[in-house]
């Protein structure tokens, strides 16, 4: 489900690797169960079909639990439904042709959800369009259901920063929390922030292939240069995220790696 988005996001998981989202749709990954996607860019069905599914399972009507991820800020409809607005719809009521928006649908279907992840930094922080001026009072998802939500399964808000995040992070977090939803594997350890603590305990810093120059007192002078960053805004040394040893995608890129 989508708030305020960019999409980038879904583009991330679909370069996933380990495992791959096809993996998960095909149910080939041992103790995992079958995933059925409902995704508003790559779903087959649109429109009332699309919409269908939500319905479902806000009734119950679903023959498995649902796992609700969320990509982008949440923004509060009270601010645009003062002008008679929306700012982000998914799906019209059938009996009353009525707009529903994305955060309707978060309310309906929060309470009931076996998991819900908050990928990227727009679902997890609020984003930029949380940034100072912030004229759609968004905010992330902790803020919005409160840092005590728990889901049907007992499982908080899972939180998987990052703008783009790695897919295979949200991909591993997402297999470890299944596991957990079917039966043979202990909950995630998350973090005070509700991140997965394997994946974010250490700083970029720690594992940054140019720490050697860091080392050395030797600095980029400006973009392009392959020496340490740091003189040009990196937050590596604070920021806990495994972007150097991971990559953006498959092993390759990330901020200090291109
Ligand atoms: S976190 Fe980044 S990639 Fe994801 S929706 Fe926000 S701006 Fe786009
Ligand atoms: S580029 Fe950033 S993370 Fe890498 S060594 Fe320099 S300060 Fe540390």
Not at 7 to 35: F, K, N, Q
Not at 148 to 163: A, E, L
């Amino acid at each position: 489900m989508v708030g305020g988005s960019c999409d980038g996001c879904s583009v991330a998981v679909t370069g996933g690797t380990h495992p791959r989202v096809e993996h998960l749709l095909a149910g080939i990954i041992p103790g995992l169960p079958r995933v059925e996607l409902v995704h508003t860019v790559v779903s087959t069905e649109s429109g009332p079909e699309w919409v269908h599914n939500l319905f479902m399972a806000e009734r119950g009507e679903l023959d498995a639990p649902y796992v609700i991820t969320w990509e982008g800020s949440i923004m509060d409809e009270s601010v645009a439904a003062a002008t008679g607005g929306y700012w982000m719809g998914l799906g019209d009521d059938p009996q009353t042709g009525r707009q529903i928006s994305s955060l309707e649908w978060l309310d309906r279907l929060a309470p009931g959800a076996a998991a819900i992840i908050a990928i990227g930094t727009c679902a997890t922080w609020g984003g930029i369009p949380s940034a100072k001026g912030n004229v759609t009072n968004s905010m992330g998802m902790m803020d919005y259901l409160g840092k005590d939500y728990r889901s049907s399964f007992g499982v908080p808000v899972v939180n998987i920063p990052g703008c783009s995040p790695i897919g295979d992070n949200y991909l591993e977090a997402a297999s470890a929390t299944l596991l957990f939803l079917n039966g043979l594997g202990p909950l995630p350890e998350f973090d005070e922030l509700g991140r997965p603590a394997w994946l974010f305990g250490e700083t970029v810093h720690r594992h940054c292939p140019r720490a050697g120059y860091y080392e050395e007192g030797v600095f980029a002078e400006e973009y392009g240069d392959k020496e340490c960053l740091v003189e040009l805004g990196c937050w590596g040394p604070v920021v806990q995220c495994n972007i150097a040893e991971r990559g953006i995608v498959d092993g390759h890129g990330g901020c200090m790696n291109v």
